[in-house]
């Protein structure tokens, strides 16, 4: 899903729950912003991606929300709500991993339709043998009669188009709405927030992906000069180095304990 959307629900959701606080809802929303840092916008050929497939995969995963939540809560609902959404897509967008990286344990393995292993290479930690336990222990409705694929969680949005843009406007009226009673004030409080208070992590996640995407969609497989090539690595390195540079002033852990 577009980034935008993202953005735009977890500010939404965020207003909802903070409503007293700004900054906390745009948090929540910079969080939405963090998982699509996994795009494939590294330096490398066309069949390194296909094989690794690490978008959707290296920050949609529980444990990096985690890891976020821990760092601070509300860039981490921000984190869980990026992926509720791509949840939600068909296999056409790739849907999420949702336990990387423990799914890529199983590697190469080929069985029968009885789910008895034929040959296996690489680490097996799943040594029951799913499809005969699911097909010996479900309903008689429910047995499975193929092969399926666990790896990636998957939702319903066969149209990820135009579920993005349902879910933007959506979000979007919806603040205008909830704000409606100071709308005028309300903006200039967001883009204050935005752009004053968290101004290196906006310019850096600006900078990261719109050279990231115009890499990645229009030179990528190119040929593209070396000096060019360092000016897109140098871009978005420093995009990068900005979102680290302030991100590390958000370090908010939770406290279980009440001080007194
Ligand atoms: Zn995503």
Do not use: C
């Not at 900054?23 to 330096?43: K, Q």
């Not at 399926?148 to 149209?159: A, I, Q």
């Not at 752009?195 to 310019?203: S, V």
Request: proline fraction near 3%; glycine fraction near 6%.
């Amino acid at each position: 899903m577009n980034l935008n959307t993202h953005v735009a629900f977890a500010l939404a959701v965020g207003l909802v729950l903070f409503h007293n606080d700004l900054s906390l809802a745009v948090l929540a929303g910079i969080g939405a912003a963090l998982p699509d840092l996994d795009r494939e916008y590294i330096f490398t050929r066309r069949a390194m991606f296909a094989r690794y497939q690490l978008h959707r995969a290296l920050f949609h995963n529980l444990f990096f929300a985690s890891a976020v939540t821990l760092f601070n809560p509300y860039l981490g609902l921000g984190v869980f709500l990026h992926m509720l959404l791509d949840m939600l897509t068909s296999p056409t967008d790739g849907g999420i991993e949702l336990f990387f990286p423990l799914g890529r344990l199983v590697k190469d393995i080929k069985m029968d339709y009885e789910g008895r292993v034929r040959t296996s290479r690489g680490i097996m930690w799943l040594l029951e043998d799913p499809v005969r336990l699911i097909n010996r222990t479900a309903d008689v409705g429910l047995r499975e009669t193929v092969k399926m694929p666990w790896l990636r969680v998957y939702g319903p949005f066969k149209n990820s188009r135009l579920a993005d843009w349902t879910i933007f406007y959506f979000s979007f009226l919806f603040i205008q709405l909830f704000e409606i009673h100071d709308l005028l004030n309300w903006w200039i409080q967001f883009l204050s927030t935005v752009f004053l208070k968290y101004t290196f992590i906006t310019i850096g996640l600006v900078l990261f992906y719109s050279i990231g995407e115009l890499w990645r969609k229009k030179l990528q497989f190119k040929n593209v000069t070396d000096n060019q090539k360092l000016a897109i690595i140098s871009g978005m390195t420093l995009g990068g180095l900005m979102i680290i540079y302030q991100g590390q002033s958000l370090f908010m852990p939770v406290r279980l304990t009440k001080s007194k």
